[in-house]
């Protein structure tokens, strides 16, 4: 791509309400080529912080579904023409001003759709790619799509001769090349050329012919008629037209000359320029070269509104059973058939992004009506699908939600995009931190919590990943007391186990759960453990916060500390069904490591054992044998031995 002008400018995001203030993104540089045809291009990355603004154009890989390069370009750059779209509609301008503002979007749009031709052009050259052959194909014929777009849709109040010969010159001169090599040149490339409306090349290629084979006289009347031919460049509208008309009656004038009307050649040139229907029917391919000529040479004052008669005209007289898809949707236009015309649009481009950005143009400009009475449904329904295309490849969270929130009635938005983003396809929390951001930011609500529904899926997410504190953490977050108890219940059924057993793996899963705990909402509840009991559905995490510190004083060899944590959780009577893995542990440390309990510290680590053993819940002690119970008590009567020798000493 030829970069011809370069602007940088930096914009800030825009704010939810009626009106954007200002659109994205920062360092958009905005560059053209082939004229003064304006184009975006962006290379930035997507970031949590920055939403609505960044996206990236790097690899792109998710779940098994990649975006080639420009894809991911034509998204990007057409979602900020969008929102300029979206704004500019809500400005208090004139009708006529609104009008050339909307085909100033248009030909951005038309060259997004350029700048991917050129990329794809140049890499099929490259490298022989049939793919990108495909592609580029593609992205030209939108790209015509969109100028004849403009021509006949937003300038059908005006005199459209010299654009639509102008388009048709663009993307159609290829079809003479075949007559161009040939020497001398021949006259039916010299008839195309007339056709086509390129008069003055054709003045360049017969001039020389005539000075051979006309009277002085003659050449000189014909050099006059070249020489005097009115133009677009010079003259407009109706003044155009009155000299182009008169110009025309010369040119029948001097056709009655005998020697021109006997010259083959020549005849057929001036019966082309001067409109005859049989010359014209017999020098062109089809019926949209048919009616060029028709335009120009007939009935070149006619409006968009006017000319569906000689479209017509020209289909009877050049019928093909096999019109391609741009004859077809050229005629819907000209037909002003709004629905044939979307309908014909979503059939042949794969995907809905330029169905999408067209519907959005005809609503703004009001051409919805003619077909549907409920237009914004349309609309809405077509920008719903497209963003669940694009959500569905698990990137452009942001922009999807931009373009329903600035996109679709506040009326029905919100659950648009609860729908949509309830199907994002994220895995890391990052992801799962945007979609809670947008749900925040946007007040989404709908018949199911949707911020319940992310936090419960991140946090079954992370449990199959081992990562059982950050998945408790979101459970937190959730206030999801149901879940919290449940989860929380399966982690201390597998942390808890002999103190000296206790593996490096398991220290590390208790000190992130321990820091999870920290660092939630519930925090604040530890400063009142004494009130908890069994039937708090907090009491697990109350547990398992106070058994990371355990734990973390054994590693530490602070075996005294950690005996008489131990001690302090028990007699919190908390969780009753671990309160022999506790006791345990007790004897464990007291017994390995010399530790010498209080009186009252051992009798009440006696009663907790006696009040355990006692109870009718069965399950609190079916782990330990009457062998590991003997043991224990074993154990612990001396310690109380002990402690009581120790103070009579």
């Not at 970069?3 to 053209?32: C, Q, T, W, Y």
């Not at 790209?143 to 109040?157: G, M, R």
């Not at 186990?497 to 593996?503: G, N, Q, R, S, Y």
Request: aromatic letters at 12%; hydrophobic letters at 40%.
């Amino acid at each position: 791509v030829r970069v011809v002008k370069m602007i940088a400018r930096k914009e800030e995001e825009p704010l939810l309400g009626e009106k954007i203030v200002n659109v994205p993104p920062d360092h958009l540089l905005r560059f053209s080529w082939r004229g003064n045809n304006p184009m975006f291009y962006y290379k930035q990355h997507q970031d949590a912080d920055s939403p609505i603004t960044e996206y990236s154009f790097e690899s792109l890989d998710i779940e098994g579904v990649s975006l080639t390069t420009e894809q991911r370009k034509v998204i990007s750059e057409s979602y900020f023409v969008f929102l300029d779209v979206q704004r500019t509609s809500q400005q208090n301008i004139k009708r006529i001003e609104f009008i050339k503002k909307l085909s100033f979007f248009v030909r951005k749009y038309r060259d997004i759709a350029t700048a991917r031709v050129l990329e794809l052009e140049s890499q099929y050259m490259a490298t022989g790619s049939n793919f990108a052959k495909i592609r580029m194909n593609n992205y030209k014929a939108m790209e015509q799509i969109w100028d004849l777009f403009d021509v006949l849709y937003l300038q059908s109040n005006s005199y459209i001769l010299p654009r639509l010969l102008q388009w048709y010159n663009h993307y159609f001169d290829n079809d003479s090349n075949e007559f161009k090599n040939q020497s001398p040149i021949s006259w039916e490339y010299i008839y195309r050329k007339a056709l086509r409306g390129k008069l003055d090349q054709v003045y360049k290629l017969i001039r020389m012919y005539t000075e051979n084979v006309m009277e002085k006289s003659i050449s000189l009347k014909i050099d006059m008629i070249f020489k005097n031919m009115p133009t677009f460049s010079n003259t407009h509208g109706e003044q155009f037209f009155e000299l182009f008309l008169d110009w025309q009656d010369d040119c029948r004038l001097l056709l009655r000359n005998p020697r021109i009307r006997n010259d083959e050649n020549l005849c057929i040139l001036f019966n082309i320029i001067t409109g005859d229907e049989n010359t014209l029917v017999e020098h062109t391919n089809d019926w949209l070269e048919l009616f060029i000529a028709n335009y120009l040479y007939t009935c070149p004052k006619e409006l968009v509104g006017n000319l569906l008669y000689v479209v017509q005209e020209c289909i009877s007289s050049k019928y093909d059973s096999e019109e391609s898809v741009l004859s077809k949707l050229f005629r819907n236009i000209i037909k002003k058939d709004t629905r044939k015309l979307i309908d014909l649009c979503r059939e042949y481009f794969n995907g809905y992004w330029f169905v999408v950005h067209l519907i959005d143009i005809l609503h703004h400009k009001n051409e919805l009506e003619s077909y549907s009475g409920h237009q914004k449904t349309e609309r809405e329904l077509l920008i719903v699908e497209y963003c669940s295309s694009l959500i569905s490849n698990g990137g452009f969270l942001h922009l999807v939600a931009s373009y329903i929130i600035f996109g679709c009635s506040p009326k029905y938005r919100k659950d648009y995009l609860s729908n949509v983003i309830s199907n994002y396809p994220f895995d890391s929390e990052r992801e799962a931190l945007k979609i809670i951001g947008i749900i925040d930011r946007y007040d989404i609500s709908g018949p199911i919590n949707l911020r319940l529904l992310i936090h419960r899926i991140m946090a079954s997410k992370l449990r199959l990943k081992n990562q059982n504190g950050s998945a408790l953490q979101w459970y937190i977050s959730a206030g999801d007391n149901k879940m919290i108890s449940s989860f929380s219940e399966e982690l201390i059924e597998k942390l808890i186990k002999p103190i000296h057993l206790i593996e490096e793996e398991d220290f590390i899963q208790v000190s992130c759960i321990a820091n999870a705990l920290k660092h939630s909402i519930i925090g604040d509840i530890f400063a009142d453990m004494h009130n908890a009991s069994d039937e708090d559905s907090l009491i697990n995490l109350v547990f398992l916060f106070h058994y990371h510190d355990i734990l973390d004083k054994f590693k530490q060899h602070k075996y005294g500390e950690a005996a008489r944590g131990i001690i302090s959780l028990l007699n919190r009577s908390m969780l009753k069904k671990y309160c022999l893995s506790l006791i345990n542990d007790l004897v464990y440390l007291v017994s390995h490591f010399d530790i010498v309990l209080e009186v009252r510290e051992t009798q009440n680590v006696l009663n907790c054992l006696e009040s355990v053993l006692l109870s009718t819940e069965k399950y609190l002690h079916t782990k330990y044998t009457e062998e590991d119970i003997l043991r224990i008590r074993y154990l612990l009567a001396q310690q109380l031995a002990d402690s009581i020798v120790n103070i009579r000493n």
